[in-house]
């Protein structure tokens, strides 16, 4: 089964990308601190980008508009040739995260939120095993093909029975070496920035991913028992996961399905209801033990505006990634009805106007997202998907630099 588009985000990049190494991480620090300098000396109220997420996601006002924009990998490398800064792409995560990857890069660029997420674990490294043909430790075996990868084998794409599921090993959370990597970027970020652990693809995409999308579907249709035994283990991952990087530190923890699609939900919001809205009352409820602070926001691509309310009930404090082409995502008729309730992440159309527009489209975008979203706080300005390569080095240095212009407060 082929799959692109966002619902295979989880596992475009899945292999090691490594991208050029260049010396700098130093000076990406001394650049902000500087620009900081700058600002005070003008007579700005500066905040840290940690305190600037924080009061933002609290429905308040900061000093400007905070980001936290993602990048695949192919747009990374082109950054890091033309800045000179070195970057990375994030070590072997088992469902790999553009969300967690090229921090320096991204710090230098002007982001405030640093992503954090678990990875494969010392002994089960995604491997090769034949050319061009990977497998992970969900033992999900795919092809690459351009920017992308496709599934070719599902592990569990003849389970018909909850004893099947029972059976299939499926990763440890607290495997060892799993958070090696998310500690050092909390040790080196942690107080300065705020931290989002990446905890995507929570329960419905794992799970189709393990079974195959078509039979996952109408499996589920069927309300099969297996179907939910599968879906509760997955859910029991992701919990141990997020458990975990809430005791590292994370202030907001990034939850989520791609239940959307251009033109409306792929399953009824009345089976989204029946299936997933009280799973997710629970996942989230116990992470919120964890830390009463914690932020929770959840991820979809495409039209799911009939879900955001149930979403908000059951404890979704930030909601993304408000694709503005897509049925009913309207931005500024979003944050008219649930702006007092719920902050907004994301909405900058990376389908159509930064690929295709030309730079005054691209500002007049920027422009249109603070001017819609950031009103009394409550946003995070970021691109409703990670920007893709078709999308200039020049135009994604615009989008940082216009969003920190035109997103001060109260100015926008």
Request: charged share 25%; net charge neutral; with cysteine.
């Given at each position: 089964?082929?799959?692109?588009?966002?619902?295979?985000r989880?596992?475009?990049?899945?292999?090691?990308?490594?991208?050029p190494m260049?010396?700098s991480?130093?000076?990406?620090?001394?650049?902000?601190?500087?620009?900081?300098?700058?600002?005070?000396?003008?007579?700005?109220n500066v905040?840290?980008s940690?305190?600037r997420?924080?009061?933002?996601?609290?429905l308040?006002e900061?000093d400007?508009?905070?980001l936290?924009i993602?990048i695949?990998p192919?747009v990374?490398?082109?950054?890091?040739?033309?800045?000179?800064?070195?970057?990375?792409?994030?070590?072997?995560?088992?469902l790999?995260?553009n969300?967690i990857?090229?921090?320096e890069?991204?710090?230098?660029?002007?982001?405030?939120?640093?992503?954090?997420?678990?990875?494969?674990?010392?002994?089960?490294?995604t491997r090769?095993?034949?050319?061009g043909?990977?497998?992970?430790?969900?033992?999900?075996?795919?092809?690459?093909?351009?920017y992308?990868?496709?599934?070719i084998e599902?592990?569990?794409?003849?389970?018909d029975?909850?004893?099947?599921i029972?059976?299939?090993?499926?990763?440890d959370?607290?495997?060892?070496?799993?958070?090696?990597?998310?500690?050092?970027?909390?040790?080196?970020?942690g107080?300065?920035?705020?931290?989002?652990?990446?905890?995507?693809?929570?329960?419905f995409?794992?799970?189709?991913?393990?079974?195959?999308m078509?039979?996952?579907?109408?499996?589920?249709?069927?309300?099969k028992?297996?179907v939910?035994?599968?879906?509760?283990?997955?859910?029991?991952?992701?919990?141990?996961?997020?458990?975990?990087?809430?005791?590292?530190?994370?202030?907001?923890?990034?939850?989520?399905?791609?239940?959307?699609?251009q033109?409306g939900m792929i399953i009824?919001?009345?089976?989204?209801?029946?299936?997933?809205?009280?799973?997710?009352r629970?996942?989230?409820g116990?992470?919120?033990?964890?830390n009463?602070?914690l932020?929770?926001?959840y991820h979809c691509?495409g039209s799911?505006?009939?879900?955001?309310?149930?979403?908000?009930?059951?404890?979704?404090?930030?909601l993304?990634?408000?694709?503005?082409?897509?049925?009913?995502?309207?931005?500024k008729?979003?944050?008219?009805?649930?702006?007092?309730?719920v902050?907004l992440f994301?909405?900058?159309?990376?389908?159509?106007?930064?690929p295709?527009?030309?730079?005054?489209?691209?500002?007049?975008?920027?422009k249109?997202?603070?001017?819609e979203?950031?009103?009394?706080?409550g946003?995070?300005?970021?691109?409703?998907?990670?920007i893709?390569?078709?999308t200039?080095?020049?135009?994604?240095?615009k989008?940082?630099?216009?969003?920190?212009?035109?997103?001060r407060?109260p100015?926008?």
């Amino acid at each position: 089964m082929k799959v692109s588009g966002c619902l295979s985000r989880k596992i475009r990049y899945i292999f090691l990308i490594m991208i050029p190494m260049r010396p700098s991480p130093d000076n990406n620090k001394l650049r902000f601190t500087h620009e900081n300098q700058r600002q005070i000396m003008a007579g700005k109220n500066v905040m840290t980008s940690k305190k600037r997420v924080l009061t933002a996601i609290n429905l308040e006002e900061p000093d400007r508009v905070p980001l936290f924009i993602t990048i695949t990998p192919q747009v990374a490398e082109k950054l890091s040739e033309h800045l000179g800064i070195s970057t990375y792409t994030h070590p072997d995560s088992p469902l790999s995260e553009n969300r967690i990857s090229y921090t320096e890069l991204l710090i230098h660029l002007g982001n405030d939120i640093v992503g954090i997420g678990a990875c494969a674990p010392e002994n089960r490294p995604t491997r090769e095993v034949e050319e061009g043909v990977f497998i992970n430790e969900w033992q999900i075996k795919f092809r690459k093909s351009g920017y992308y990868t496709e599934m070719i084998e599902h592990p569990l794409a003849r389970a018909d029975s909850v004893a099947e599921i029972e059976d299939f090993q499926l990763p440890d959370p607290l495997a060892r070496g799993r958070y090696d990597h998310a500690q050092k970027m909390v040790d080196e970020y942690g107080r300065d920035y705020a931290l989002c652990g990446d905890v995507e693809a929570t329960i419905f995409e794992t799970s189709w991913y393990l079974v195959g999308m078509e039979k996952f579907l109408v499996d589920l249709s069927l309300r099969k028992p297996y179907v939910f035994a599968l879906m509760d283990r997955v859910m029991n991952y992701s919990l141990g996961v997020g458990r975990e990087l809430v005791k590292l530190g994370a202030d907001i923890i990034w939850l989520g399905d791609d239940f959307g699609s251009q033109q409306g939900m792929i399953i009824s919001p009345q089976l989204w209801r029946e299936v997933f809205k009280e799973r997710m009352r629970f996942i989230i409820g116990e992470l919120k033990k964890k830390n009463q602070d914690l932020k929770i926001a959840y991820h979809c691509c495409g039209s799911y505006f009939p879900i955001l309310e149930d979403l908000i009930e059951v404890g979704v404090d930030i909601l993304n990634a408000l694709q503005p082409t897509a049925l009913d995502m309207d931005t500024k008729k979003i944050k008219d009805i649930f702006g007092s309730k719920v902050s907004l992440f994301g909405a900058v159309d990376t389908q159509g106007v930064l690929p295709f527009g030309s730079l005054a489209d691209i500002e007049k975008e920027v422009k249109r997202v603070i001017t819609e979203a950031a009103g009394g706080g409550g946003y995070i300005l970021a691109g409703a998907h990670n920007i893709q390569p078709d999308t200039s080095v020049k135009k994604v240095i615009k989008i940082f630099e216009w969003a920190k212009k035109y997103g001060r407060y109260p100015e926008n």
